[in-house]
């Protein structure tokens, strides 16, 4: 998934090593910027769907592999596009996909090789459901705290929220534009830094050029190296190959490889499984965690405590065949210690399971 540098890299020495079928899913199209690290793109590419060419140029390298490319985003595919897959590799460079991937990794069982670079920077990890950790069980030391903030922010805010957070940065925005972000769900500053191109395409002229203009200010450009992009891809390829082999090349790499190309250098974190993830943990899995709720509180209270504990920015609750109002009050809905509740988010594969436990609205 993500057909960039990384992914350019990686479905490339698959399809030399003679791996024989490969799903390519990316929803961009090639840019001129994208021609200096993105190796199966040329100036005739320019305007295509990433993932449809990069499949034409895989089955020229060789044409004795399939390929299956989807120009889409990831989370819009049906649940069989996966179903059958030995391993996913994720080269995406956002945490709000990657984190529905890696949800969609331990919800289907399958193996995940999860890759990102910056820079002269990379960093790797191999997730084996129920046996290593996945992305979100150390999310809350590894995921960048921007990030954090920005998914644990429930998304009712108002255009004005996000001129003044822009104005606290010495960045000045006017409300008009602002709203038209807001209809693409551009809602905080980091929406705003690491909004995808086909978002950006959807915005007119000005409101496009202001973003652009801002993200200037916001983020100073790093160098995409493909040195880097073609090291750590070449490491991700070998660790899906172990996986496809089942053990007869050795044990896939364990923990967080971190690649420092100012210093040369490789590291790698060792990561415990937490037995309470929300994501791939025992618990989630076999009876659902435990939330409390107080009768007097709103469905929109509930929403916001939610999205912090979990970080997930947009929440919504199913209770029995109901989707709950923000209005409604939660003694008007009838909860029971006991009862379950399921939230949905574009964060996750599936809905997250919470275990209802009522609490004296006193307490």
């Known amino acids: 998934m993500g057909v960039g540098a990384t992914g350019c890299e990686l479905s490339k020495n698959l399809a030399l090593m003679g791996v024989g079928k490969l799903i390519l899913i990316d929803n961009d199209v090639i840019e001129l910027s994208n021609l200096s690290r993105q190796m199966l793109f040329t100036d005739s590419d320019l305007g295509k769907s990433k993932a449809v060419v990069a499949a034409e140029k895989l089955k020229k390298m060789n044409p004795w592999i399939e390929v299956e490319s989807y120009f889409d985003d990831v989370r819009n595919l049906d649940e069989a596009v996966f179903e059958k897959v030995s391993a996913i590799a994720s080269c995406l460079d956002n945490w709000p996909v990657r984190r529905w991937v890696n949800s969609l990794s331990v919800e289907l069982d399958k193996p995940l090789?999860?890759?990102a670079m910056e820079g002269f920077y990379a960093n790797l990890q191999v997730v084996i459901p129920g046996k290593t950790a996945c992305l979100e069980c150390h999310g809350e030391e590894l995921i960048p705290k921007e990030v954090q903030l920005a998914e644990c922010t429930l998304r009712r805010r108002k255009p004005e929220d996000l001129v003044n957070d822009l104005m606290e940065s010495g960045v000045e925005l006017?409300?008009?534009?602002?709203?038209k972000l807001f209809e693409q769900n551009i809602k905080t500053v980091y929406d705003l830094k690491y909004a995808q191109e086909d978002v950006l395409?959807?915005?007119?002229?000005e409101a496009r050029k202001a973003v652009r203009g801002i993200r200037e200010k916001l983020k100073p450009?790093?160098?995409a190296l493909q040195s880097v992009a073609a090291l750590i891809a070449g490491v991700a390829s070998t660790e899906?190959?172990?996986i496809l082999h089942e053990g007869g090349l050795g044990e896939p790499v364990s923990g967080l490889l971190v690649y420092d190309g100012l210093s040369g250098r490789f590291t790698i974190t060792e990561l415990e499984r937490n037995p309470e993830c929300f994501v791939c943990g025992d618990?989630?899995?076999e009876k659902a965690v435990s939330f409390p709720v107080k009768p007097n509180e709103t469905i929109i209270d509930l929403k916001r405590r939610i999205a912090e504990r979990f970080s997930i920015p947009d929440p919504e609750i199913l209770y029995r065949?109901?989707?709950?109002?923000?209005?409604?009050?939660?003694s008007e809905v009838g909860?029971?210690?006991g009862d379950l509740i399921y939230v949905n988010t574009s964060r996750r594969f599936m809905p997250l399971p919470l275990r209802i436990v009522v609490e004296d609205s006193e307490a």
């Open 113 to 115: 090789v999860d890759v």
């Open 174 to 179: 006017s409300v008009e534009i602002a709203r």
């Open 201 to 205: 395409r959807k915005l007119d002229d």
């Open 221 to 223: 450009k790093m160098p």
């Open 240 to 242: 899906i190959v172990k």
């Open 283 to 285: 618990l989630v899995r």
């Open 321 to 330: 065949r109901w989707r709950l109002a923000d209005a409604e009050k939660v």
């Open 335 to 337: 909860f029971r210690s």
